[in-house]
């Protein structure tokens, strides 16, 4: 039982994060039709950004006194840096493809994605050093639930991604710029006519796409600490298993990939835990398969028959 | 001064010469309609105007302004509104949201609700349904939101292609009935229609397109009366 627990709770932490990164590759996926693969560099980014900023305004890791106020401080930096980042990625790199073929672009998003990982370990960025993020948030046991504790950080991880998941569904179904990126996202050309502007709507898509990538990113550091350098496999293999999110919850759907993010979670975690845990990529990819065999769009995803 | 005034317009597709230099004169009020078989080039005057294309060549003024490298939705502020071909209804989008997009452009708050009422009152069926998905509509239905939803954006000039599109005869006069309301009330509208026969009752003035170039032009009546125009589109022998 109390293992049960403890997985639960695991799972859901970083399910919630795995939503949160999936948000962004499924946004841009139904805008564009193409898979961002420098997304999990952005949400790298965030993380790296968190670990600068709360350094420069706390010092060494012992010194910061946790404190709220900072924490949001930070994740607003990087939240902020981060969809600038990404306003230029779009503007830059796949602007200039939005008439080529989709491979043409999906080669250029893996040539971003090289560029920011080298660009990340040059010393004066984040160096190629794994590097220890600050505490800034307190992380004690908050209450205990038959025999597992439940630390605030977790609460707070899993707190903070659902309010952004929540006002990422509000400016989606419930603002007009919403219905601007869901007209987009059905058809451009017809999206237009209606006096939709269409490129200041995909702009807007990847920054907040970022944005949420970099609070995933803020999320991570403080509850996992150790920071691998910029090129390490771990951000690759975590922005792919959110990729895998996007899939499985129907890619294009943003409900979709905050469902998806906590099926993986739950799976890795739980297949980790009473299966083995020298294998949880292994689930990870099996669902993924499992889920393009049976139901190729996914589970939230509609058919792709209904565009007219 | 003409409220569209288009001279020498060429569009190409790739190396596909689609519009070899048309000129084509749409006065402010009238109902003018573009005829033309299939693939002769109508839907690529109107995504030219619209900007959804950019001419290769020639001039598109509107209202004494070009129109050529403005961005679609900067066109449908200054007044153009275009119901493609095919109707291009938001199928993951309610009727009443279909309809809301079509102002997307505005911020009158209180000039969109009258539009809107305008249009539920045009088209009481859309009423009925506002709140269902756009998807369940019939194609009668459907091209009735798709005109409505033009409506919303308060269009000077109204662009329809092919209204009649695959709609049953009944629906047709339906929509035909209301195209001329619309312009009683003072929209100038620029009709591209295969149903010859019913475009050139209802406009004043008419251009025959043929492969890119237009052949003919003169008042509905002259056209609907001229042998070329009787033989070629409206099946007399
Ligand atoms: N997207 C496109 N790419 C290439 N050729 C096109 C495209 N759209 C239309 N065409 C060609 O341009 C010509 C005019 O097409 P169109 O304007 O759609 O004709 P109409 O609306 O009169 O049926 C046709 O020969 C058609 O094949
Ligand atoms: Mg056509």
Redesign the interface.
């Known amino acids: 039982m109390t293992k049960l627990l403890q997985t639960l709770v695991d799972s859901i932490a970083v399910g919630s994060l795995y939503g949160l990164i999936a948000l962004g590759y499924t946004m841009v996926y139904g805008i564009l039709q193409f898979i961002n693969f420098a997304h999990s560099d952005v949400f790298m980014v965030g993380a790296w950004l968190s670990f600068l900023v709360a350094v420069r305004i706390g010092g060494q890791t012992a010194t910061v006194e946790p404190s709220v106020a900072k924490a949001l401080l930070v994740l607003l930096t990087a939240m902020v840096c981060c969809g600038a980042l990404g306003f230029t990625i779009e503007r830059l790199a796949y602007r200039p493809l939005r008439q080529a073929p989709r491979l043409n672009v999906l080669i250029t998003a893996i040539g971003v994605s090289l560029f920011i990982e080298n660009l990340g370990q040059l010393k004066w960025l984040f160096g190629a050093m794994p590097q220890p993020m600050p505490r800034l948030l307190p992380d004690r046991p908050l209450f205990a639930l038959a025999g597992v504790n439940v630390n605030l950080l977790d609460v707070i991880v899993v707190g903070t991604a659902a309010v952004l998941m929540l006002l990422l569904n509000w400016i989606v179904f419930g603002t007009k710029l919403g219905r601007g990126m869901r007209a987009v996202s059905y058809s451009p050309p017809t999206a237009a006519l209606m006096g939709v502007p269409v490129s200041r709507i995909i702009s807007f898509t990847f920054v907040i796409g970022s944005c949420a990538a970099a609070a995933a990113g803020f999320l991570y550091a403080t509850k996992y600490i150790t920071l691998q350098q910029p090129a390490h496999e771990t951000w690759i293999r975590l922005g792919l298993k959110a990729f895998v999110a996007a899939v499985v919850g129907g890619i294009g759907n943003i409900r979709g990939a905050m469902l998806g993010g906590l099926l993986i979670g739950l799976i890795e975690f739980f297949g980790a835990a009473y299966l083995s845990p020298n294998l949880r990529d292994v689930y990870v990819f099996a669902v993924l398969i499992l889920v393009l065999l049976f139901r190729p769009a996914g589970i939230l995803g509609r058919a792709t028959v209904e565009k007219v | 001064m003409a409220l569209l005034e288009i001279r020498d317009l060429h569009v190409h597709y790739g190396a596909i010469h689609a519009l070899q230099g048309i000129d084509l004169i749409i006065e402010a009020g009238q109902i003018v309609t573009l005829i033309g078989a299939n693939g002769a080039g109508k839907s690529t005057t109107l995504r030219t105007i619209?900007?959804?294309l950019r001419p290769s060549a020639g001039t598109l003024a509107y209202d004494g302004q070009s129109l050529i490298g403005q961005?679609?939705?900067e066109i449908?502020?200054r007044g153009v509104?275009?119901a493609?071909e095919?109707?291009?209804?938001?199928?993951?989008?309610t009727v009443a949201?279909n309809l809301?997009?079509?102002?997307?452009?505005?911020r009158d708050k209180g000039g969109i609700a009258r539009d809107l009422e305008w249009a539920l009152t045009l088209f009481p069926r859309l009423r009925e349904r506002l709140t269902q998905s756009a998807?369940t509509l019939s194609g009668g239905e459907q091209q009735m939101l798709a005109i409505g939803?033009a409506l919303l954006?308060r269009p000077r000039l109204l662009l329809l292609d092919e209204p009649s599109l695959g709609l049953a005869p009944q629906v047709v006069q339906t929509i035909f009935q209301i195209i001329r309301a619309i312009n009683a009330a003072g929209t100038t509208i620029l009709l591209v229609e295969q149903n010859a026969h019913m475009a050139l009752q209802t406009a004043h003035y008419g251009y025959v397109l043929e492969v890119g170039r237009i052949a003919l032009h003169a008042t509905a009546a002259e056209l609907a009366a001229s042998d070329r125009v009787r033989r070629a589109y409206l099946g007399v022998a």
């Open positions: 619209s900007g959804l961005p679609p939705h449908v502020r509104a275009h493609p095919g109707r291009g209804i938001f199928a993951n989008f949201e809301a997009i079509g102002a997307y452009a505005r998807a939803r954006a």
